[in-house]
Nanobody, 122 residues
């Protein structure tokens, strides 16, 4: 079992930055690939970024490439999402997830956090 708790969301102006954190319980954090997903208002959950168990080459959605960075600190059981140059369309509830493979598909993740709201304004 892994429990995930996101933090760091909030209200930010377009062009600004936020850093999301996802703290994982348990001593098996390093066994899981980690992903970030988001769900804009009225839309389905979509892939944002993912990172393998070892923290190797990350995978990003085209919409966030060059602006977002995913990283993990296995010693701290935490995964981060640094979001720069935020745009209005980045407004969503952001979720972190843990699974066996760093997939872009939500159903392939086993554990989910409760989500944190990110709102980008003009």
């Amino acid at each position: 079992q892994v429990q995930l708790v996101e933090s760091g969301g909030g209200l930010v102006q377009a062009g600004g930055s936020l850093r999301l954190s996802c703290a994982a319980s348990g001593r098996t954090f390093s066994r899981y690939a980690m992903g970030w997903f988001r769900q804009p208002p009225g839309e389905e959950r979509e892939f944002v970024a993912a990172l393998s168990r070892s923290g190797g080459i990350p995978n990003y959605a085209d919409s966030v490439k060059g602006r977002f960075t995913i990283s993990r600190g296995n010693a701290k059981n935490t995964v981060y999402l640094q979001m720069n140059n935020l745009k209005l369309e980045d407004t969503a509830v952001y979720y972190c997830a843990a699974g066996g493979y760093y997939s872009t598909i939500p159903n392939e993740y086993d554990y989910w956090g409760q989500g944190t709201q990110v709102t980008v304004s003009l």
